[in-house]
């Protein structure tokens, strides 16, 4: 399949006769979500106080050993980035499990609509340049089948949470690289402060995209519910299974 491919993908209905529930798959990444917004939090302030430690320092070029306790607050540090990263993974898999959920009910309201394959869903996140704009895609692909009519529809935000929410989450991905790089490389305390300061940026933005892919989850999962609820689909009356 290729990757650049715009044309509507054909459903398979015999796998997808009624809409599966997203709430609990929702509830469980919308749990984890505030987690990684727990470490966030304590990663941005065990980083700030080793920043602190070394902006004191005499003198930028000196190395960091030079710096006394500098050890203990780095491995602080360090411990906090890797709880945060396992609370990462394990919100990524459960959300791109939810994301497969929501897709497959989204063929079942409106068939035939949704222009990526299913194996994007999941795909799209890994497959480097492609990553930059499938997972958008998708989500925007998925929030368009499971819309609602009528004044009380609960999809009212429209595509700009979608847009936002992708707008942070790029933009944490690209600072906590440069950021890593530099942390990671340097040996003295003036380069260390840089690559920290960078990190602790990607940290802020992190929370903020963290908040936003919350309430989009909470939002499309409610949509999804409403739809099914209501019988807005091509039987009317149908619910979750």
Known sequence: M??????????????LAVPRSPIGLGLATSLLLGAVIVTDV?????????????RGAPHAEAALWTVPGVEDRQLSYDLFGLLQSAFYLSTGIVYVCWLYRSRDNAEVFAPGTQRRGRSWTGWGWLVPVVNLWFPRRVTLDIWNASRSVGPNSPDRVGPGLINLWWG??????FIALAGGAVYDTAESIGPTNVGLGLLM?????DIV????????VRTLTHMQHVKARHGLTAQEGESFS
Do not use: E, M
Not at 42 to 54: E, H, I, T
Not at 201 to 205: A, C, T
Not at 209 to 216: E, G, I, K, Q, T
């Open 2 to 15: 290729k990757p650049n491919a715009t044309h509507t993908v054909a459903p398979s209905p015999a796998s």
């Open 42 to 54: 304590l990663s941005l302030a065990s980083g700030a106080y080793l920043y602190d430690l070394l």
């Open 168 to 173: 942070f989450w790029l933009a944490q991905g």
């Open 201 to 205: 940026v990607s940290d802020l933005v």
């Open 209 to 216: 995209s963290a908040v936003l892919a919350l309430r989009l």
